[in-house]
């Protein structure tokens, strides 16, 4: 037993003319520029790289954006069944279901079973609140959203678990009379749930319904409050056993045979950093965030996580642990380091293919982590380290 | 942050409902019920008009300094809200003008019950769809970058809130407030009601409907649609007058309600019209 691994791209589509032709790579870019036989091809090799990913010993991530050519996966539910007829032993991590952005939480529901089973109960269920860019292009209203996510999580969760016939929901958000899904999930009582977030005052709630969190390209200081967030609660609790098992970190990982590759890799894996260019009314629409920071952002004096990051050097990437790049030994030792800084966590998501990075280098990036880093993870085990 | 009233400073609408009200000038009442802008940028016109009437000008729930109860998201609540609170007040003979946004919420109000109105002005009002599914009748204010949506919003250059890097941070505050009070009451269906134009024909409140002649959020052509969805209403269009057109052009629109036939036959300074 050691952390578990996840495998993960966002399936880009990179082939774009160049930035200063346009002003949001999200929501106004017109998909004119997408090539249907391209598009098609990238989803051959990113399924295939999936499929080595399982067949190395690692479990398998996908999400879903909208509107957007970094993320060719509009739809995770779609991708999710895919993978799970592609893969034979990994688990499949949807990170997440952007609950509040649809409006029709039983459907996931009913998704969700679905792919448990076509899967024979490998899947792990992941909750979003949604980013900001995706409120235009789902039309979805920017408030309330974290009421509309967990109420949709708790229809989502009552509709897997129940079994004795209809039940109903009239809550604020939601409305369904008669809810009996069919199939009901594979696995009982119900998949494991994922929820991702950035900051500690989200996370009482996380712990409250034992869900596993994560936290996205964060760093050390950011995912160490989180994670101590999810402890304490979790110690009130009286779950503190094995918590380590219910935290997660996402970073942008390559492993090379030197560090020279690794350090290569990871410059290619920065396009995800670097191309997410956004117009400040699409990355901060109002009263999806508190209104001071939105202020913040209007005076120019903050624009947010993502501008901060994406300025930063490699080597200050590294530090902070938004990126693990080199040789096994290298990697290794930036994971054993990030471990020790937020205090110990059981699972680790590896963003290991972005923007131009092609098939070869991505496999040689997924199968050297997996023979060479992973054996040597073991020491890493829950309960290890006690913050 | 902004430092809200509370249910000491503020003035009570009903429950928990607390806003801030600003009450000038002196005559009958003229309840003003504000936009995006928010009531302090409307000062100028607020002047226009407090020579004429008692102007009570509130920051609606959630706008301004006025705290913004959970319950109360949407058009409908703020509706209700006025409603009662004239009620509570005893105010009669109400002249009820509503600016953008804040005509939606005045057409809402004038639907359910005109009891209390003597008239209804409407400048530069959002609230009713008038054109098919694929017209963008409404200008997407939540999608466009701040210099075009400044000269959407004022046609002169004294209104616009230029570059904000270089602003008062208060002044900043206000706006990202009012912005997301917007988006809580107006996002979807986007800054209308689809019934309201149904039921505007209930109107029984003489009605002027005036309009910014450059109005880059509305078109004139939009007003007009909406004007001719209310029994009588008259149409009036203001030059050099942007969306704000109470910003752009305080005096001209406040003439337009003080000098109003209707308004000088009620004062008795004109025979009435039969």
Redesign the interface.
């Known amino acids: 037993m050691t952390m578990n691994i996840y495998y993960f791209t966002e399936a880009p589509y990179p082939h774009l003319p160049p930035a200063e032709t346009y002003?949001s790579v999200r929501?106004s870019l017109p998909n004119g520029l997408m090539d249907p036989d391209i598009a098609a091809d990238l989803w051959d090799r990113y399924l295939l790289e999936w499929q080595i990913a399982d067949e190395a010993g690692l479990n398998v991530m996908v999400n879903e954006h909208h509107s957007t050519p970094t993320c060719l996966n509009s739809t995770v539910p779609v991708s999710a069944a895919v993978l799970a007829r592609l893969t034979k032993n990994a688990r499949i991590l949807i990170l997440g279901n952007p609950v509040a952005n649809r409006n029709d939480p039983v459907r996931i529901a009913e998704e969700m079973a679905m792919i448990d089973i076509l899967s024979r109960g490998r899947l792990d269920v992941g909750f979003v609140r949604g980013v900001p860019f995706e409120i235009?292009p789902t039309?979805s209203?920017?408030?309330?959203m974290s009421e509309r996510l967990y109420e949709g999580i708790d229809l989502i969760r009552k509709a897997w678990t129940s079994h004795d016939g209809p039940f109903n929901w009239e809550g604020r958000f939601y409305h369904s009379r008669q809810v009996n899904i069919w199939p009901r999930p594979y696995q009982q009582p119900a998949p494991p749930m994922w929820v991702s977030t950035t900051t500690p005052s989200s996370v009482r709630r996380i712990a409250d319904y034992d869900a596993t969190v994560a936290t996205f390209m964060l760093g050390h200081e950011g995912t160490a409050k989180v994670f101590a967030a999810y402890r304490e609660r979790a110690a009130e609790l009286g779950r503190s056993e094995g918590v380590e098992s219910k935290l997660a970190y996402c970073g942008l990982v390559y492993t090379g045979k030197t560090d020279a590759e690794g350090l290569e890799g990871a410059r290619k894996l920065l396009w995800y950093l670097k191309s997410n260019k956004v117009?400040?009314?699409?990355a901060q629409?109002?009263?999806y965030g508190p209104?001071?920071a939105?202020?913040e952002g209007?005076?120019?004096v903050y624009n947010g996580f993502e501008t901060k990051i994406r300025s930063m050097s490699l080597e200050g990437l590294i530090d902070n642990g938004t990126v693990f790049a080199g040789s096994p030994e290298t990697v290794r030792g930036q994971i054993e380091r990030f471990y020790e800084l937020v205090g110990g966590y059981g699972n680790m998501i590896l963003m290991g293919q972005a923007g131009f990075m092609g098939h070869d280098e991505t496999v040689a990036g997924i199968r050297t982590f997996a023979d060479k880093v992973l054996p040597n993870l073991a020491h890493l085990q829950a309960g290890a380290v006690h913050a | 942050m902004l430092t809200l009233i509370d249910e000491g400073s503020g003035t009570q609408l009903r429950d928990d409902a607390v806003v801030d009200m600003t009450v000038t000038g002196s005559g009958p009442p003229l309840l003003l019920l504000h936009g995006v802008e928010g009531t302090a940028a409307d000062s100028e016109f607020v002047s226009a008009l407090s020579a004429d009437f008692t102007v009570y000008a509130p920051s609606h729930p959630g706008f301004g300094l006025s705290p913004r109860p959970n319950w109360c998201d949407s058009v409908d609540d703020l509706a209700y809200l006025y409603l009662d609170w004239m009620r509570a007040q005893g105010l009669d003979e109400v002249t009820l003008v509503g600016l953008q946004f804040g005509g939606w919420v005045a057409a809402e109000i004038a639907i359910r019950d005109s009891s209390r109105l003597s008239r209804l002005v409407l400048v530069d009002s959002v609230g009713v769809k008038v054109g098919g599914r694929e017209e963008r009748d409404i200008a997407d204010v939540f999608a466009m970058p701040r210099t075009e949506l400044d000269e959407r919003m004022f046609a002169t250059p004294h209104g616009r809130r230029g570059d904000l890097r270089l602003a008062d941070p208060d002044a900043v505050l206000h706006i990202a407030r009012n912005e997301e009070a917007l988006a809580v009451y107006g996002w979807e269906p986007y800054l209308h009601n689809p019934r309201l134009s149904r039921w505007l024909a209930r109107v029984d409140t003489p009605t002027t409907v005036i309009w910014g002649e450059q109005d880059g959020i509305v078109t004139p052509d939009y007003g007009r649609r909406l004007a001719a969805l209310i029994p009588g209403a008259a149409f009036e269009t203001v030059a050099d007058a942007g969306h704000c057109a109470q910003i752009d052009q305080p005096s001209a629109v406040a003439q337009l309600i003080t000098h109003d036939k209707g308004f000088l036959a009620t004062r008795g300074l004109i025979a009435a019209e039969r």
């Open positions: 002003p929501n235009a039309n209203a920017p408030t309330m117009t400040f009314e699409y629409p109002p009263a209104y001071a939105r202020a209007l005076r120019g």
